[in-house]
């Protein structure tokens, strides 16, 4: 509850999620915001579309998505019958199709299994080559050490250590 947020080399404090996505910064949250009955188009859509809603065209930026990212969804399965990973998939787009200059991932492998987390990363990787900073949170410094190009350690509340080379140790202060 104190600080300071810089973004673009700018002080910056958002007033709420909207003005955050307004200026380019997309979140997936550790627990997923998906309408479990509805269709992954459908829940793609929430939010995003008005008027006549074209699912087709969005069906189709699925297919952008999986070529650009590696991240392949069946755009009519409903939520509901996805697995965890599929469902992350789905939080993880519907924030790409709005081209973020920043995307924030909340604890993204908390629930994933061994390979999915590797899937995971390889996404980071692919999102951070098209132009996009990646901020992954998470406890795991082996994570970190595999895709992160800085790494800030927050315990108690308070940085704990910094590195611009995370793949080598972290000396904590």
């Known amino acids: 509850d104190t600080g300071a947020m810089v973004f673009n080399g700018q002080p910056w404090r958002p007033r709420s999620p909207a003005e955050a996505l307004s200026h380019g910064i997309a979140m997936v949250h550790q627990h997923f915001s998906l ?29 952008t998505m999986r070529e650009r990212y590696g991240l392949a969804l069946d755009p009519w399965a409903l ?4 697995s965890v ?41 692919r999102v951070a080559a098209q132009g996009c900073g990646v901020m992954l949170v998470t406890h795991k410094l082996a994570e970190i050490r595999q895709v992160a190009r800085r790494a800030t350690v927050l315990r108690g509340g308070r940085v704990a250590a910094r590195s611009e080379a995370p793949t080598q140790e972290i000396d904590l202060l």
């Open 35 to 63: 309408v479990p009955d509805l269709s992954v188009v459908d829940n793609l859509l929430l939010g995003q579309a008005s008027g006549v809603l074209d699912r087709q065209r969005w069906a189709a930026k699925l297919d």
């Open 79 to 82: 939520i509901q019958d996805l």
């Open 85 to 125: 990973g599929e469902r992350q998939r789905v939080e993880i787009v519907k924030c790409l199709i709005r081209e973020p200059r920043l995307l924030v991932l909340d604890e993204p492998t908390a629930v994933l299994l061994p390979e999915e987390i590797s899937a995971l990363l390889a996404v980071c990787e």
